[in-house]
């Protein structure tokens, strides 16, 4: 399977900042996904990023506030805008390798104050 | 109504007992089946994956497909306290767009 680096993997923002977080592959992957996981809860999906292409936004989440870049077959970056409490969260980039599903980065731990 | 329902936990049991945990779905077109195990801080491993109905067995790991009843089992057997972590059961249609139960904790006592 893929191995995936995430980083950072936590960061205390101050609300109204942003925060870049980058996520780079071993290998060339077609696409790669940002998924949120709130605290206690499970992943949602925030969008599917392709390279060459804008990302594609769940239902929910809107570039402005999510934008994301995929300027090679082995790196993406999601950043979180104008940050509120709300928003931490653990941010997580993952991609597929087929039918037996997604490789997940290690996280971001995303705390706003 | 969710489209995948896991029971959040958390789960507590003696080492060496079997663990059983499931999850129920809605969408019959849903063909892959996979557990993923997180432990805290980290991200979530493959842990079992499954294609359509039937058993699959790794190691101390047992995955189920039950589709007629949209029902999925992971079984542990010989529980280590190193098994104490969330696990979260995720399906797709066609192995590309996952959807996740919510997890359920595991707290395997020494």
């Known amino acids: 399977s893929a191995v995936i680096s995430q980083k950072p993997s936590r960061d205390i923002c101050q609300r109204g900042t942003s925060l870049t977080i980058q996520c780079q592959v071993d290998s060339q992957v077609t696409m790669m996904f940002w998924y949120r996981q709130q605290p206690g809860q499970s992943l949602t999906l925030i969008a599917t990023?392709?390279?060459?292409?804008?990302?594609?936004?769940e239902s929910g989440f809107v570039i402005d506030k999510f934008p994301i870049s995929r300027p090679n077959l082995t790196f993406s970056t999601l950043t979180v805008s104008n940050m509120s409490p709300e928003d931490s969260s653990i941010y997580l980039c993952?991609?597929?390798?087929?039918?037996?599903?997604?490789?997940f980065g290690s996280g971001t731990r995303l705390t706003v104050v | 109504q969710k489209e995948v329902e896991q029971d959040p936990g958390p789960l507590s049991v003696p080492e060496g007992a079997i663990v059983s945990l499931n999850c129920t779905y809605s969408?019959?077109?849903?063909?892959?089946f996979m557990w993923y195990r997180q432990y805290s801080r980290k991200g979530p491993e493959l842990l079992m994956y499954?294609?359509?109905?039937g058993n699959k067995e790794d190691g101390r790991f047992t995955a189920q497909v039950d589709k007629s009843s949209k029902y999925i089992s992971l079984f542990i057997r010989d529980s280590q306290p190193s098994d104490s972590a969330t696990y979260l059961c995720a399906m797709s249609e066609a192995g590309n767009m996952l959807t996740f139960g919510g997890g359920t904790r595991l707290m395997v006592k020494p």
């Open positions: 990023a392709n390279q060459g292409s804008e990302a594609t936004y």
């Open positions: 993952s991609v597929v390798r087929g039918p037996r599903g997604y490789t």
């Open positions: 969408n019959s077109a849903f063909q892959y």
């Open positions: 499954t294609y359509s109905s």
